[in-house]
């Protein structure tokens, strides 16, 4: 008999492209990765599958998605995107990526979470942080400061961050006691890119 072809999500070639440059074992992944490109190209779904990947291939993975609000990535946004039909295509190929906690408020945090079973047997980790469009440099370092991360999704960065400042109090949250520098990762969305970051590989306008 033929052997069983390995499960792969239902993306197209240049989301593929996408995933295999943010791929843990992918030995040239750059730590910033940064998709722009128009409106309805599919920059969000690529990216969504993206984080179900690192999700289910790293150990006690720690991933958010950052949002300008809560609303705007629950009510039709990543956050739905993800929660919805995403992560569910991933546990319906049944390979082992399950839900170990189906999407969630907190009690005292009111963040919104859910968990997965990944390939190491451990729990993954996604939840939903949000700072609104010209926070200042105190509040955005309160919200992160002292949280530790292994990927993170910063949805539309170039239409609401206006300086490097956040970018920078963000990454020092890639801190994974357990995780080599090179394992972590930040992937940026933006339909308008004004970067001066050297280290940040951007995926050609059709991604």
Avoid at 19 to 34: D, E, G
Avoid at 113 to 142: M, P, Y
Wanted: glycine share 6%; net charge positive.
């Amino acid at each position: 008999m033929p052997e069983a072809q390995p499960w792969r999500p239902n993306t197209s070639p240049k989301q593929d492209e996408l995933r295999w440059l943010c791929h843990p074992r992918n030995p040239n992944k750059p730590k910033f990765v940064c998709v722009s490109g128009p409106r309805k190209s599919s920059k969000t779904f690529g990216c969504m599958h993206v984080l179900c990947e690192h999700l289910w291939e790293t150990d006690r993975a720690r991933a958010g998605i950052i949002s300008p609000t809560v609303t705007s990535a629950a009510d039709g946004g990543c956050w739905q995107l993800i929660t919805e039909e995403v992560i569910p295509h991933w546990v319906a190929g049944d390979f082992g990526f399950e839900w170990i906690d189906e999407p969630y408020q907190e009690g005292v945090s009111k963040k919104l979470k859910c968990s997965i079973r990944n390939r190491h047997g451990t729990k993954s980790t996604l939840q939903l942080e949000s700072f609104r469009d010209g926070a200042t440099e105190k509040e955005v370092s309160a919200r992160f400061k002292n949280k530790m991360f292994s990927a993170l999704y910063w949805s539309e960065v170039g239409t609401w961050v206006h300086s490097q400042t956040p970018f920078d109090i963000i990454t020092d949250c890639f801190r994974m006691p357990h995780l080599k520098r090179h394992e972590h990762l930040i992937d940026r969305k933006s339909t308008r890119l004004n970067s001066s970051h050297t280290d940040i590989s951007r995926m050609p306008s059709s991604a």
